[in-house]
T-cell receptor
Framework: NAGVTQTPKFQVLKTGQSMTLQCAQDMNHEYMSWYRQDPGMGLRLIHY???????DQGEVPNGYNVSRSTTEDFPLRLLSAAPSQTSVYFC????????????FGPGTRLTVT | DAKTTQPPSMDCAEGRAANLPCNHSTISGNEYVYWYRQIHSQGPQYIIH???NNETNEMASLIITEDRKSSTLILPHATLRDTAVYYC????????????FGKGTRLSVIA
């Protein structure tokens, strides 16, 4: 199993540009989520999904959109990038929302200038 | 907000036991204690979890006080590769409750 994969690893955007961060898992996990981590801070939840077609907001959802059309993929869209969205983004998955172990991807480092 | 309090940093000599404390005085009866760690800039990694009994796995031991208001993660023989940020998280077991990360404890293992 590849586990949780994220692309790209690094990205630089200009203010106002849009892009999609990709996240995929091959473990048939129902639960997937997106976090952001700012320097010196813990991870903060952006959005999560408990299965295909079901998504919900986390702690910091503003400026981000998600959809879950398949079990495997959970893309995160930035509609109009802002410098405040400069961060490292982590995707995670688990068998279900109550699973004790979540598996995290390697992260995408995003810089918005 | 995170429901736990951890020291911001700790040092440990290589080969010695690392004891990482965590306070969770407002923990509810249906909430478990989870520990994750984040090595350098990698994604967090699950270590162990428990409800009220002490737990041990190949990575660590988790000691939870009888009143469940605090716990200690023990790495029995710390190595340089255990240098990381360790997060103590309190989370309800049922439902789709997300993991809420605080700032954690930065453990430095020193040769």
């Amino acid at each position: 199993n590849a586990g949780v994969t994220q692309t790209p690893k690094f990205q630089v955007l200009k203010t106002g540009q849009s892009m999609t961060l990709q996240c995929a898992q091959d473990m048939n996990h129902e639960y997937m989520s997106w976090y952001r981590q700012d320097p010196g801070m813990g991870l903060r939840l952006i959005h999560y999904s408990v299965g295909a077609g079901i998504t919900d907001q986390g702690e910091v959802p503003n400026g981000y959109n998600v959809s879950r059309s398949t079990t495997e993929d959970f893309p995160l869209r930035l509609l109009s990038a802002a410098p405040s969205q400069t961060s490292v983004y982590f995707c995670a998955s688990s068998l279900s929302g109550s699973s004790y172990e979540q598996y995290f991807g390697p992260g995408t480092r995003l810089t918005v200038t | 907000d995170a429901k736990t309090t951890q020291p911001p940093s700790m040092d440990c000599a290589e080969g010695r036991a690392a004891n990482l404390p965590c306070n969770h005085s407002t923990i509810s009866g249906n909430e478990y204690v989870y520990w994750y760690r984040q090595i350098h800039s990698q994604g967090p990694q699950y270590i162990i979890h428990g409800l009220k009994n002490n737990e041990t796995n190949e990575m660590a031991s988790l000691i939870i006080t009888e009143d469940r208001k605090s716990s200690t993660l023990i790495l029995p023989h710390a190595t340089l590769r255990d240098t990381a940020v360790y997060y103590c998280i309190v989370r309800a077991y049922s439902g789709n409750t997300p993991l809420v990360f605080g700032k954690g404890t930065r453990l430095s293992v020193i040769a």
